[in-house]
């Protein structure tokens, strides 16, 4: 049965059956495991199985590797260590009272039980009950050793189907010995960031903004974990001095942290519960009015026709002549790198006979705009709409994150900048501060400039009431700029 399908005498319908190894027998309840497919094709039911071989394959996958200890789980375990150490105290005080306590011996079923966990417990227990023969009835000694044998008990459990490493086994011993040995947990756990992850996509989240969010929590949380401090304004502010970050980034990261403040009051009750009577520790910060990043506060600078031309030859001396499209395309339009790298063949339209490009709404209302291709410009547009195999202008090899198509070509881009000596303040979008400063050079009407990068003019005639300037004037103004010796390319 290579194909793992059978029929039942006298049915028609296919199943999928797949024997269980011996070692994950006892943990399926089975040896065989099997389900129909509701389907009397072959054809269709060799497509069927596939999907649940593979989870069936996962699952005893599982089995056999034991999956990963919770990533919470010192504080699931000090919490049980706490109520053992509660009990054997109220034994105690039961037994100063002459109170009857329990000291019978498990049961088959228990011990069973406790033989699955190993047989180091078995010889623990074995231990016990030898030390309870030897020891008078109520004695304290006997209560203190049936605490620890169930500590031990309790890590058995704990660590029983999960996969332990040896850093995790020599920990959980450490915490029996001396539960203060373990630094403070940060409540900003792993399952409490999944839930708020899930409410905030729930409400429409963007992806990228969720995930920078949620990173920043994360942040937070592995900061608490590894200094061993508790989630208050101190302890926030000495998080904000080790990120190193500019102002303005602070301050994102204390908008991050109060958004999460407050869904955690309002749908997190045990959170709730714990911090009732505390402030958001997240707000009330003075931040710095300088240092961070080296470049904070600094304008970008812009790209000269010569630094253009370097880095236009440098991509086709690495061959990478997508690259060197964007750079061209780059310094005759001053679009924003993903705006480049979503034009289409589609995005080249014509309006009052002249071959334009229509940029898509991306950043604001104005970034939506027809912007006349520069007369330089046209015949590689040519040959890109040409050499075109998915209708996009610039080829890319993947999609990043979040669907940006611009992620690869943008840190290739970045690599040749840096090796070709430009500074941390040369970037892409310098290329947009570039245009707006060549065409006011050119004396382009300020409105007709931004309108042409697609930027707001923060006029209510020009921006509400006008419907811009007219094609032809938008080509004369983007003829203006400077040509590239390599226009031929």
């Not at 047989?119 to 000694?141: A, C, K, V, W, Y």
């Not at 990120?243 to 407050?262: E, H, I, N, S, V």
Request: aromatic share 8%.
């Amino acid at each position: 049965m290579p194909d793992n399908l059978i029929q039942k005498k006298g049915e028609s319908t296919w199943y999928v059956r797949m024997a269980v190894p011996p070692y994950a027998q006892d943990a399926l309840g089975r040896k065989v495991l099997v389900q129909s497919l509701k389907t009397g094709l072959r054809r269709e039911a060799m497509h069927l199985r596939l999907s649940i071989l593979d989870a069936w394959k996962a699952q005893i996958k599982s089995i056999r590797d034991g999956v990963p200890m919770p990533a919470d789980w010192q504080d699931n375990f000090l919490t049980r260590l706490h109520d053992i150490d509660q009990l054997v105290t109220k034994s105690q005080m039961d037994a100063m009272r002459g109170v009857e306590i329990d000291t019978s011996e498990p049961t088959d079923q228990e011990l069973e039980t406790f033989a699955k966990l190993g047989p180091e417990i078995i010889s623990i227990l074995t231990d016990i009950h030898r030390i309870r023969e030897q020891q008078p009835r109520g004695d304290f000694r006997f209560m203190e050793d049936m605490g620890q044998f169930s500590k031990l008990l309790a890590k058995a459990k704990l660590t029983s189907g999960h996969n332990v490493t040896p850093e995790q086994d020599a920990e959980a011993y450490a915490l029996i010995a001396d539960p203060a040995s373990h630094k403070a947990r940060s409540p900003i756990t792993t399952a409490r960031l999944k839930t708020y992850r899930e409410f905030r996509e729930s409400r429409g989240g963007a992806p990228k903004h969720v995930d920078q969010q949620v990173g920043k929590m994360k942040r937070l949380s592995d900061f608490l974990k590894k200094e061993g401090l508790p989630l208050n304004f101190d302890t926030v502010d000495a998080w904000l001095k080790s990120l190193d970050r500019a102002p303005a980034t602070l301050g994102q990261y204390l908008m991050a942290g109060t958004a999460f403040w407050k869904w955690a009051m309002k749908y997190d009750a045990v959170w709730r519960e714990e911090y009732k009577d505390k402030v958001n520790p997240f707000i009330g910060h003075e931040l710095p009015q300088d240092g961070g990043s080296e470049i904070a506060g600094q304008s970008r600078e812009i790209y000269t026709r010569d630094d253009t031309l370097k880095l236009h030859q440098a991509a086709l001396k690495n061959n990478d002549q997508p690259l060197a499209d964007l750079i061209t395309l780059g310094w005759y339009t001053g679009g924003r790198i993903e705006e480049l790298c979503r034009l289409t063949k589609d995005s080249v339209i014509t309006v009052d006979g002249i071959r334009c490009f229509d940029f898509p709404r991306s950043k604001s209302k104005a970034s939506k705009r027809v912007v006349p291709i520069h007369p330089s410009l046209l015949s590689i547009v040519d040959r890109l709409s040409n050499d075109s195999t998915d209708s996009y202008l610039i080829p890319i090899k993947a999609v990043g994150p979040y669907g940006k198509r611009s992620h690869a070509i943008s840190k290739a881009f970045s690599r040749l900048r840096i090796a070709a000596g430009f500074s941390k303040l040369h970037v892409f979008h310098s290329f947009r501060h570039t245009i707006v400063t060549e065409l006011i050079r050119a004396d382009v009407p300020d409105a007709l400039a931004k309108e042409l990068v697609g930027h707001e003019t923060g006029s209510v005639t020009h921006d509400v009431y006008s419907k811009g300037a007219s094609t032809k004037q938008k080509l004369a103004a983007i003829s203006k700029l400077p040509t590239l010796t390599t226009d031929a390319t």
